[in-house]
């Protein structure tokens, strides 16, 4: 007996109320983008469980892909069959007869969710399990921690029948909670906090600030490759490429050496915002942790907000490095934020640079400076780059090598 479906679970859906559709269609559109590659598969959403037909499709790669979208709390490989028991019983035994190895234990867990069905849930463990039992020589049972575990669940179009749980990304589906711009560096930081982001139902799409000669292709690509590996939580990620040297020049000639990191992050900032308003974003994400560099101190951040009203969210501002750098382990990012290509904010970096500036010097610093056309030309020649989880450079990409 094949496995011919696979079952999956809400999470927080669940307590979505009256706004419960609204999650599952997000939910079911973002799974219908993340396996477009297989084409056979048919999606069924319901009220508090949506089906994957398989249709003889590569039933591995689709669990692989779907470990990864949020609003899946677990799913499973399943068999549906009549709600007849002696079908029930015959079935079961066959799914667990594959996975059986000698000094292997067992259980049933049945659940009846429809309750018009003649066996409750008790019976239908003693019944199937019985009949299990009694096929396979030397099975033992374990009701505690079994090593094959034959899920049971009774429904009223008819019986699922699983033999694993597989835990789910968890969280909200992305864009159930808007639209941000996430400040995305090379760094470690900025990808963690775009992940936990998109988590909580954000759609994020990505600002990188690229500044040729001073920053190598190879950096850029490197900002390309982690948008990409944080794709795989929503399909794909739209990412912007503001070319940022002329500004960064001009800092670094006319602002004081002590606060044109600050000047630097906002107009960074202002840029950012220009872009959210023009793509209907809600908000910023960035990666700062709370006193891990001069520019996210308090005072700092202070400073540096004072360029706009627009909400920021930092995920990560409270965590320290070590549980930074392991979920950039987790979701596959730290090696390549760890390859050594300078970025932008790495560059004219001031050997002291103010960790406690004012607010009223910044402002006063920056008004010196008409950074107004120089801020118009770098949005109006950004650069817009799609990437998918199986994203790879096109010669385009590396044009600036040539």
């Known amino acids: 007996m094949n496995y011919d479906r696979i079952v999956i679970r809400y999470g927080e859906l669940s307590t979505k109320g009256r706004n419960r559709k609204f999650f599952i269609r997000h939910l079911k559109d973002n799974i219908r983008n993340a396996l477009k590659p297989y084409r056979k598969i048919q999606i069924q959403g319901f009220h508090d469980r949506m089906y994957l037909l398989l249709n003889g499709e590569d039933s591995e790669a689709i669990i692989k892909t779907l470990k990864n979208i949020f609003g899946i709390q677990s799913f499973s490989l399943a ?19 594959k ?66 749980t597989i835990k789910g990304a968890g969280g909200l589906p992305v864009g ?86 600050t000047v630097q992050r906002r107009i960074m900032l202002k840029i950012t915002d220009l872009i959210r308003k023009q793509n209907s974003g809600l908000a910023i994400v960035t990666g700062e942790s709370l006193g891990q560099v001069a520019s996210q101190t308090l005072e700092s951040m202070v400073a540096i907000n004072d360029v706009t009203s627009t909400p920021i969210i930092r995920p990560v501002v409270s965590m320290d490095k070590l549980e930074i ?47 107004t056309a120089l801020i118009e030309e770098a949005v109006k020649e950004i650069e817009t780059v799609y990437v998918t989880p199986d994203y790879t450079p096109t010669q385009e990409d590396f044009c600036d090598l040539l």
Request: proline letters at 6%.
């Open 79 to 97: 068999v549906r069959v009549p709600k007849e028991i002696e079908t029930i019983q015959h079935v079961g035994f066959q799914l667990v007869e």
């Open 176 to 261: 159930t909670s808007g639209k941000a711009m996430l400040m995305l560096s090379g760094g470690i930081d900025s990808p963690v906090a775009g992940y936990l982001t998109m988590k909580r139902g954000v759609k994020v799409e990505a600002v990188h600030f690229h500044s040729p000669p001073f920053t190598s292709p190879r950096a850029k690509q490197k900002a390309l490759d982690l948008a990409a590996k944080i794709s795989a939580y929503s399909g794909s990620v739209k990412v912007y490429i503001v070319p940022f040297t002329k500004i960064q020049e001009t800092i670094h000639k006319e602002i004081p050496e002590g606060y044109s990191m």
């Open 99 to 164: 996975l059986y190895e000698e000094g292997k234990t067992f259980k049933v867990s049945a659940r009846r969710s429809d309750k018009t069905f003649e066996y409750d849930s008790n019976e239908l463990n003693r019944l199937v399990g019985g009949y299990i039992f009694n096929k396979i020589d030397e099975l033992k049972v374990d009701v505690k921690h079994p090593d094959i575990e034959l899920l049971v669940d009774v429904r009223s179009e008819g019986v699922y029948l699983s033999t694993e």
């Open 325 to 371: 750098i392991d979920i950039a382990q987790k979701i596959d990012t730290y090696e390549i934020s760890s390859l050594p290509y300078e970025d932008c904010c790495t560059i004219f970096t001031p050997p002291s640079p103010k960790t406690r500036p004012k607010l009223t010097l910044a402002q006063y610093y920056e008004s010196q400076v008409d950074f």
